[in-house]
Structures are given as structure tokens and as C-alpha cells.
């Protein structure tokens, strides 16, 4: 697979999903769950239909992840939630029109909010995305563009930036981006797509919770975001999710040199 090639494909794949959300966004009186189900879907379907093999190009895409590597991925993404929320309130800060969205965000997390049961929304804001987004942007979009890129920060910034990117929201944009780069590494120090999905679906149950216990808190709006005390307590994820991140760079140079 040639890097043009590689490129090509991933642009179309991306392209499609993203237009597909775009569209159904904007269509009247569908039901809501199908705007999940719809994209998600072509975030599975699509890399098969452009002949993508992830047992023929990455022999251990599905190994069994080891303990340590569970509890490294578990304590990451625990770590990052109150930085991917920090972020995401210091760009609504900037961005007109935050309280309302998160009013609209809130309203959707709810049970009812998509016009089913609890356990199906757990499934389709949590469950559904970790799956069907990690094999895309980590599995698919990673492992292709290794294969056809010599560069090796292509892959992770790339699919990051386009994971950031499909969701079209400004207000999460940067967390995204940021977010996309841990799971990026996670799969490529682990090379195993249940790890990142299993941060993903972590990270999304976390969000779900957050939102139901902090709504009244979030509708009222940012107090205190540039306190002294809120920068300081920030310090300390960011501090342990810094220290993981270098441990798992660490390893993969290695692996790359023995490799």
C-alpha cells in the first residue's frame, strides 16, 4: 500500500463519515438514536469495504492485553477526564453559545433523552461509540497510514486531528484532539485495539456520569475557571497523566528499536 494510496483511502473513509453525520444532523423528525447508529456504523463497515484486513496487516491488532497494561490504560484515562473537562470548559469559555450546548448535551444524556431506555443509551453514547470509533481511527486509520507513511508522528497526530474533527463539535474539539493522542499511543506502545476501547468506553461512562451529576452545576455556567485553586488541582492529573504518557513513549521507542 503506497502513501498516496494510503491517504486516499483514509480522506474517502473519513469524508464519508463525516458527511454522513453532517446530513443526518440536518434532516427533519429522525428518530435520534439512528444519528448515532448510522455513523457508528460506518465507522466499522467502511475500512472492510476498502479491503481492510486488520488480521493480515496487524497480526496482534486483537491479543489479549496484559494486566499491566489494563491497569496503566485504567489509571490514564481516570487521570485525563478532569483535564479533557478542563479543557473543554476553557474553550467555552472563548466560544459563544457553551452554556446552552451543554443544556443540549445534558438533555440528550438523559434516560429519555434519546427516546429509549437507560441500558440502550448506555449502549449508544458509550458502548457503541468505544467499539466502532477505535477500530476506525485507531485500528484502521493507524495502522494504514504506518504502512504507507514513513513519518512516524503521521499516524497518531493525524488520527487524532480526524477523530477530533468527525464529532463537529468546537466546544470538545481540543479535549478530543488531546484524547485522540493518549489512545493513539495506547495503541501503538499496547498494539491492541480492546485497550482503547476500553479507555474509550471508560472515558464516555465517565462523561455520562459527570453529566447527570453535575447538570444544575453546568447549566449555571463557568465559576471559578481561572481560580488559583482550580489551576492547582489540575496540576495533579496532569502531572500523573504527563508521567504515564512518558512511560508508554518510553516503551514504544524501545519496542521500535528492538523491532
Not at 461509540?129 to 481511527?137: D, K, M, S
Request: charged share 10%.
Amino acid at each position: 500500500m503506497t502513501q498516496n494510496n494510503s491517504i486516499i483511502k483514509i480522506l474517502i473513509a473519513s469524508g464519508i463519515c463525516f458527511l454522513s453525520g453532517f446530513t443526518l444532523s440536518r434532516v427533519r423528525g429522525l428518530a435520534p438514536w439512528l444519528l448515532i447508529t448510522i455513523p457508528q456504523s460506518c465507522f466499522l463497515l467502511l475500512p472492510f469495504m476498502l479491503r481492510f484486513n486488520p488480521v493480515k496487516l496487524e497480526p496482534t491488532f486483537f491479543r489479549k492485553p496484559e494486566c499491566k497494561d489494563i491497569l496503566l490504560v485504567l489509571l490514564l484515562t481516570i487521570s485525563f477526564a478532569p483535564l479533557a473537562s478542563f479543557l473543554t470548559s476553557l474553550s467555552g469559555h472563548f466560544l459563544p453559545g457553551f452554556t446552552e450546548h451543554l443544556q443540549k448535551i445534558n438533555a440528550m444524556a438523559l434516560p429519555g433523552g434519546l427516546g429509549v431506555s437507560e441500558p440502550a443509551l448506555f449502549i449508544l453514547l458509550a458502548l457503541l461509540p468505544a467499539i466502532c470509533e477505535e477500530f476506525f481511527f485507531r485500528g484502521y486509520l493507524i495502522t494504514a497510514l504506518e504502512r504507507g507513511s514513513p513519518s512516524r508522528t503521521l499516524p497518531l497526530f493525524l488520527s487524532a486531528f480526524l477523530f477530533a474533527l468527525i464529532h463537529m463539535d468546537p466546544y470538545y474539539f481540543t479535549a478530543l484532539f488531546c484524547y485522540g493522542i493518549i489512545l493513539g499511543i495506547i495503541f501503538l506502545v499496547t498494539r491492541s485495539i480492546w485497550l482503547t476501547a476500553l479507555s474509550h468506553l471508560i472515558n464516555n461512562s465517565l462523561s455520562l456520569l459527570a453529566l447527570r451529576l453535575l447538570a444544575e452545576d453546568a447549566a449555571r455556567g463557568l465559576p471559578g475557571l481561572f481560580s488559583l485553586s482550580a489551576v492547582l488541582l489540575m496540576m495533579i492529573p496532569l502531572t500523573l497523566t504527563a508521567v504515564i504518557l512518558i512511560h508508554l513513549t518510553k516503551r514504544h521507542r524501545e519496542r521500535r528499536h528492538v523491532l
